[in-house]
């Protein structure tokens, strides 16, 4: 249910991104936040084509020794990542028709019931060890809601019981859209909604977290992904996905990067100082979506400029070709 200050935040054209962050607000999340918090919240993560063993078993190293939430790959690596993790309380995570989500239902769905039965069959210590980030098919989602519930569904059956994330590649979708996809992977019984596979039109932005967390509630999870490589950016996404203390927990906020020491030792730098760090500026439009508009469809990306045609914070692209 939209609350109706959500409401009227939608409706108002002038609306400024989230790109000021009180910094009472962000000290508190300083103060709060321990780099052993932050890294469970961390999905590690490599989904390059050239990926070989030796960087999977870094990856499994830097989980086990800081305490990461999962190790985040490419199906194919099915066959060696239960083995490395075996004994471990770290999970398998595996990505579903990545990254462009347009494979047949049927297609993922036996991807997903292959992954899990053969991470079972090498890991062999039964359910709750493995979890799946599938990509939402966009192009099917904007002419069939039916679709996209279908899909999602289909997914999550054939995980049997697995933690279901939900790629919605949010850069390619108006406002409007994130909202509703957010609701249909929700009714549709997926676990997560996901912004990007980032490797799509733009990565995680506060504004887009902040969107699918209005839309979903407290109760399932967000995660945000793409482009984030350090502490700073990561405080910004729990503030808008995550500023509630109770859902800075891995079953309700996770960030997939693949930079996660950077992260944490920036985190440290940060704990020093955390009130200078919090009233830091940030330049708006690095952190604003409709700032990224170059590889967005035309009809997105018209919303999204007009959009920053009416922002204050307009003069900070006052180069940038209209």
């Not at 870094?58 to 004994?87: A, H, I, Q, T």
């Not at 902040?210 to 910004?236: C, F, N, P, Q, Y």
């Not at 996770?254 to 930079?259: A, H, L, Q, W």
Request: glycine share 6%.
């Amino acid at each position: 249910m939209v609350t109706r200050a959500f409401s009227s935040a939608l409706d108002d054209e002038s609306r400024v991104p989230l790109v000021e962050f009180p910094p009472r607000d962000l000290v508190e999340i300083i103060e709060g936040l321990t780099p052993e918090n932050v890294a469970s919240l961390i999905d590690v993560t490599d989904l390059k084509s050239d990926t070989q063993e030796p960087k999977i078993r870094k990856m499994v190293d830097w989980s086990l020794d800081y305490g990461f939430y999962s190790v985040c790959v490419n199906p194919v690596e099915v066959d060696l990542l239960p083995r490395l993790l075996k004994g471990s309380p770290v999970k398998e995570c595996y990505v579903v028709d990545f990254p462009l989500g347009k494979s047949s239902i049927e297609s993922k769905r036996r991807q997903a019931a292959e992954i899990v039965e053969t991470s079972r069959n090498l890991r062999a210590e039964g359910p709750g060890k493995v979890e799946l980030d599938m990509v939402m098919n966009v192009g099917r989602f904007k002419r069939d809601r039916d679709y996209t519930r279908e899909e999602v569904k289909a997914v999550v059956q054939a995980a049997d019981g697995e933690l279901v994330k939900v790629i919605i590649r949010s850069g390619e979708l108006t406002e409007e859209e994130i909202i509703e996809s957010s609701r249909i992977v929700k009714e549709a019984g997926a676990h997560f909604v996901k912004n990007s596979t980032g490797m799509d039109a733009l990565g995680a932005t506060p504004e887009h977290i902040w969107l699918m967390r209005e839309a979903v509630g407290s109760d399932m999870g967000v995660k945000a992904a793409g482009g984030i490589r350090d502490a700073m950016t990561v405080l910004r996404l729990i503030y808008a996905g995550a500023k509630e203390p109770d859902l800075r927990d891995p079953l309700r906020f996770r960030i997939g990067t693949s930079g996660p020491l950077n992260i944490l030792a920036t985190l440290n730098w940060i704990r020093l100082s955390p009130q200078a760090w919090a009233e830091a500026k940030v330049i708006p439009c690095t952190i604003c979506p409709y700032g990224q508009t170059a590889k967005q469809r035309r009809e997105v990306r018209e919303i999204y400029m007009k959009r920053c045609r009416l922002c204050p914070y307009r003069p900070y692209r006052k180069d940038k070709d209209f």
